[in-house]
């Protein structure tokens, strides 16, 4: 069985953990057996890893994330990297031309889509299993997975299905009166789970344009039109089924809703006095956070800065959020991650942590000089194609239209001094090495 991972989106729901270029399924909120922490994305590709362990996993994601995955799932992940953002039709469509094209899967093969943001437990991977075995024995074009509604939602969509298992209808996101109608009609919820056969979504792929093989849609992707996977195709099947699901499942799209799955009150440095109640404290920056008397109140703390609100009044911090500007101060990348520390008229410095092993492009800056200085762990720098071995306490001046990087060999980190006064995220071109 193929699964696709939908993993896209950005914004600022779970500011200021989340920004335009981490999204919310990268932050490691959960606790992991062995103390640590994991995100939504890495729960996600785990469970089906552990519960489903002959799947074949491919991630559909955009370029702003396909760093990020490597970083947290490793470099051997499948990915299909969109070359722009065309909402879940576009997304899996190219997915599909992958799978054939690229991995040459047979179109006989059923396929199985599902988000990679919900909070689940491991029925929920026991479920995906089903809905691939339905693909290929009920002969239906498209198997749904119909989550079992726990209370009338304004937020999502319904499937109306009939006795026989089949799909009478669907409802976009109703107001609170509909939403208790179609309860009364054993409505479920749309968790944005699918199945079909491969060769089932090649074909409907060719309906909406005239392509060779993956290489010939993906520079064609530009030019197809923005539509969800349920308007272009599911909402127009005549041969549908849904299978539901009654087990754990929850859309963690607020601090509110996220708080509700945590299975610990704090994460990072943190301390508690004994009158807090309902409180959550998540915490990514250096320095510790003391909560006193605080009650139903959601603290997170990053270097993008500071929310303080009852879990309630969170859901309605978007405004108030899209008027708060700057540069992003975290970002994971495939090699590692880096953090912005400070900002100045004339120059930034940044924490930059390499993973063993691994380097950054090589590449150069017309507009700003560097100063490297190493704070842990021994790498080797290369700058105008000449190696040097670095460790701790070694600095290197990169002045501007130098060629550089550095690779480490134990877990490197180093502190950037940018100096310029137009220090600017794309001053950056890369060069084969």
Known sequence: MQIILLSGGSGKRLWPLSNDVRSKQFIKFFKTEDGGHESMVQRMYNGIKRVIPDADITVATGKSQASSLMNQLGESVEICVEPARRDTFPAIALAAAFLKYVKNIDEEEAVVVCPVDPYVEDDYFEAICRIGEAVKENGANITLMGIKPTYPSEKYGYIVPREDGTVESFKEKPDLEGAKALLQKNALWNGGVFGFKLGYMIGKTHEF?????????????DSLTKISIDYAVVEKEQNIRVISF????????????????????????VHFDDTCENTHVINEIDVPILAMGLKNVVV??????????????????????????????????????????DIEDAGMTVKVTLMPGHSMNYHSHERRDEIWTVIEGEGVA?????????GIGDTIFLPRGCKHTIKATTLLKVMEVQVGTDIDVKDKIKHEL
């Open 209 to 221: 344009i005239d392509y060779k093989d993956f290489t010939d849609l993906k520079a064609r992707y």
């Open 246 to 269: 009654g087990g754990d499942w929850m859309d963690v799209g607020t601090w509110k809703t996220l708080t509700d799955v945590m299975e610990e009150h704090s994460v990072g440095n």
């Open 300 to 341: 997170a703390a990053s270097a993008d800065g500071i929310i303080v609100a009852d879990k309630n009044q969170s859901s309605y911090m978007k405004p108030y959020v899209d008027k708060i500007e700057g540069p992003v101060m975290y970002a994971e990348k495939s090699w590692g991650s880096y953090r912005v520390l």
């Open 382 to 390: 290369i700058v105008d194609g000449k190696n040097r071995e670095v």
